[in-house]
T-cell receptor, first 108, second 114 residues
Framework: GQQLNQSPQSMFIQEGEDVSMNCTSSSIFNTWLWYKQDPGEGPVLLIALYKAGELTSNGRLTAQFGITRKDSFLNISASIPSDVGIYFCAGRAQKLVFGQGTRLTINP | EAQVTQNPRYLITVTGKKLTVTCSQNMNHEYMSWYRQDPGLGLRQIYYSMNVEVTDKGDVPEGYKVSRKEKRNFPLILESPSPNQTSLYFC?????????????FGPGTRLTVL
């Protein structure tokens, strides 16, 4: 079945650093989504990507839909304490599949 | 306020004791879904419903039941819970099945089965 490999599983960074995470798959997806989950909350959509090669920004966040349609990355620039949380990628073909998540921890 | 609510938020129970986790949305969404979240596995879909009286299995349906008698409610039923169902559960809704980008998640229910 369709599976996503999300990496890294966890990140420990200093405030102000840039962050990069990615998801890869052996399957082709039509849509890539990036969610953030704050502690004790449900995931919230950050960015949605609909076309291969698409590059989309949302404030300090930038995500790209890989040209092969099998991968996507999310970058966060100049991290701040409220960026802490778990970030999930999700790809959609016939159904929506989630990555394992990247837990981001920031040292002030 | 547009939202998805779940109750209870936390539940500790024993093996075999039937339980229901409620989910309600006030956005008139057709599509609703249940997920479980486990460390290292991300979110996995349990069941989904495309509209009233229409439900279907997701990736991990074993041991769960759902019903969709009204558009706003989508309860998750564990007839005989087992310890491997200890997990964090999320309900989600969206205007239509195809609009995954508009999927709204509830706050989660942390279930422990002893």
């Amino acid at each position: 079945g369709q599976q996503l490999n999300q990496s890294p599983q966890s990140m420990f960074i200093q405030e102000g650093e840039d962050v990069s995470m990615n998801c890869t798959s052996s399957s082709i997806f039509n849509t890539w989504l990036w969610y953030k989950q704050d502690p004790g909350e449900g995931p919230v959509l950050l960015i949605a990507l609909y076309k291969a090669g698409e590059l989309t920004s949302n404030g300090r966040l930038t995500a790209q839909f890989g040209i092969t349609r099998k991968d996507s990355f999310l970058n966060i620039s100049a991290s701040i304490p409220s960026d802490v949380g778990i970030y999930f990628c999700a790809g959609r073909a016939q159904k929506l599949v989630f990555g394992q998540g990247t837990r981001l921890t920031i040292n002030p | 306020e547009a939202q998805v609510t779940q109750n209870p938020r936390y539940l500790i129970t024993v093996t075999g004791k039937k339980l229901t986790v409620t989910c309600s949305q006030n956005m008139n969404h057709e599509y609703m879904s249940w997920y479980r979240q486990d460390p290292g596995l991300g979110l996995r879909q349990i069941y989904y419903s495309m509209n009233v009286e229409v439900t279907d299995k997701g990736d991990v349906p074993e041991g769960y039941k759902v019903s969709r008698k009204e558009k706003r409610n989508f309860p998750l039923i564990l007839e005989s819970p087992s310890p491997n169902q200890t997990s964090l559960y999320f309900c989600a809704s969206s205007p239509e099945r195809g609009a995954y980008n508009e999927q709204f998640f509830g706050p989660g229910t942390r279930l422990t089965v002893l």
